[in-house]
């Protein structure tokens, strides 16, 4: 079974900025081969895609994030990334981190208007 741990979540004025990293208890050869992505989720509505990279890095967004957020693998640290700028109030979720399997525990990001 693969663990995934978010970290780097917070509080954040609207504006600011804040990056998410995902490390992955697994082989590097097993990481590099698995699409990751990064879900959100806001009480009583469905986890929603954010931002998904696949194997060769190709990256697609939700439009609500486009030009704000980047999405980032480092297959030699099993950690992927999601760097989050120019915050707004609608990005305040839980976020969360998949390998298109397993998910992580998820982190908090509150912005503040």
């Known amino acids: 079974q693969v663990q995934l741990v978010e970290s780097g979540g917070g509080l954040v004025q609207a504006g600011g900025s804040l990056r998410l990293s995902c490390a992955a208890s697994?082989?590097?050869?097993?990481?590099?081969?698995?699409?990751m992505g990064w879900y959100r989720q806001i009480p009583g509505k469905q986890r929603e895609l954010v931002a998904a990279?696949?194997?060769?890095?190709?990256?697609d967004y939700a439009d609500s994030v486009k030009g704000r957020f980047t999405i980032s693998r480092d297959n030699a640290k099993n950690t992927l990334y999601l760097q989050m700028n120019r915050h707004e109030a609608e990005d305040t979720g839980v976020y969360y981190c998949?390998?298109?399997?397993?998910w992580g525990q998820g982190t908090q990001v509150t912005v503040s208007s």
């Open positions: 998949n390998d298109s399997t397993y």
């Open positions: 697994t082989s590097r050869i097993l990481f590099r081969v698995h699409a």
């Open positions: 990279i696949n194997q060769r890095g190709t990256t």
